[in-house]
């Protein structure tokens, strides 16, 4: 992962017009690094000025937006200088050939998430396949992130670059980080296809080292030529590129977390623990017994060393003990009965049966993708879902 320097937030990021001092934004984003705001993503390790893993926490909430915006700004900036001495017709053309890739990329990620099936069933996971199963899904499922991209290059190309995106968003009900995930990979693309073969690689290059809110999802050297016309896609280095704010499901990495990754980052987890260990250890601690969906997992190697980290980093404790700094984990059925999914947050607030939490989550309904506040009741047994609370050692 290449190091992300704090001297590149006002240089790199900031549109070149003539020669104006520093826009507005650049020196928010500097004061941000000055005083520490940004620290959480300009070195591998944050150091915050206390040990609480909570102020941790709420160090990288508050980077998100800020960094967020630095992404679609240099991805603007790279997008307006390759377009620079391009006619309109050219122009016209570059989307139009997006719009084309764009339909194509659906139907053939579609078909790479059958064909790698075996490759995502594999116990344990080998290394990504979860990030890259998700992405799959979600670029290729309808009216997903792809379907979305093409709604906003619509809306570029007869209204003007960069024009009405708030007004697409708020039409289609895009939440802010979502909307900013739709807005980045559309960027993205755009400054590939734009660019000759041979230099669209060199940009990715680019892209890799400026844009902090991009995951790197490897593909093994299997599959790779099977994602040879993937505009997201870098042959040189054998990655999806995953454009976020935030989130990116399996992600475990400063570039994008999911629930629990967001979990294990800021308590300095390193091993790959999910949802359903947190639950089993839970378990096991307070000598219950295990969900029968469960089972089948439990006597896995893989598994069991999984739940000893669990054992070596958390005490399970009570819904009515718990208190700021504590995880919560919640696991609930499918509708086939057939597994249980899990999601893991940070509590923020314990008082009279609700806890006020801060998550790294998305929804279908794309009005929340990334990091969020709300507040939710100890107990949801009655809608089906089981609630374990651990607390860090």
């Known amino acids: 992962m290449a190091k992300i320097q704090a001297t590149k937030c006002g240089k790199n990021f900031a549109h070149k017009k003539g020669n104006k001092s520093l826009p507005l934004y650049a020196v928010f984003v500097l004061l941000l690094v000055f005083f520490g705001g940004l620290s959480v993503f300009l070195q591998p390790t944050y150091q915050a000025d206390s040990d609480s893993h909570v102020d941790k926490a709420l160090a990288i909430e508050e980077a998100i937006p800020a960094i967020t915006q630095q992404d679609r700004l240099w991805l603007q900036d790279s997008l307006q200088h390759t377009l620079v001495n391009v006619n309109k017709q050219r122009q016209q053309e570059i989307f139009s050939q997006l719009q084309t890739a764009i339909a194509s990329n659906k139907q053939q990620l579609a078909a790479l998430q059958q064909q790698m099936r075996p490759f995502f069933q594999q116990q344990p996971k080998p ?33 003007g670059l960069f024009r009405k995106t708030d007004k697409l968003a708020r039409r289609e009900r895009w939440g802010r980080e979502y909307a900013a995930k739709v807005e980045k990979t559309a960027l993205f693309m755009l400054n590939v296809v734009s660019r000759s073969l041979q230099r669209r690689d060199m940009w990715i290059a680019q892209a890799d080292e400026h844009v902090q809110l991009l995951y790197p999802c490897v593909i093994p ?81 893989w598994e069991q060393e999984r739940i000893t980290t669990v054992h070596r980093y958390y005490q399970a404790i009570d819904a009515s003990d718990s208190q700021v700094g504590d995880v919560v984990v919640l696991m609930w059925e499918e509708p086939d009965k057939q597994r ?54």
């Not at 899904?137 to 906003?152: F, T």
């Not at 091993?271 to 839970?282: K, L, Q, V």
């Not at 006020?356 to 309904?365: G, H």
């Not at 100890?378 to 809608?383: A, G, P, T």
């Open 340 to 393: 249980r999914h899990g999601h893991a947050f940070l509590i923020l607030e314990s008082q009279d049966g609700f806890w006020s939490i801060l998550e790294c989550n998305r929804t279908n309904n794309k009005r929340r993708d990334g990091f969020a506040r709300r507040q939710i009741p100890w107990d949801q047994s009655e809608q089906g879902i089981a609630t374990y609370v651990l607390r860090p050692k």
């Open 221 to 301: 050297s299997r599959f790779q030529p099977l994602f040879a016309n993937i505009v997201l896609y870098s042959s040189m280095r054998g990655v999806l590129y995953l454009p976020n704010a935030g989130f990116v499901f399996g992600g475990n990495s400063q570039r994008g977390l999911d629930c629990v990754g967001f979990t294990n980052f800021v308590l300095d987890i390193p091993e790959d623990i999910r949802p359903r260990h947190m639950a089993f250890a839970w378990h096991k601690q307070k000598n219950r017994s295990i969900h029968p969906l469960d089972k089948r997992h439990w006597d896995s190697a």
């Open 127 to 159: 290394p990504t396949a979860r990030q890259l199963q998700f992405a799959l899904w979600e670029l290729s499922k309808p009216s997903g992130v792809l379907d979305d991209c093409a709604a906003l290059l619509r809306q570029w190309q007869h209204k």
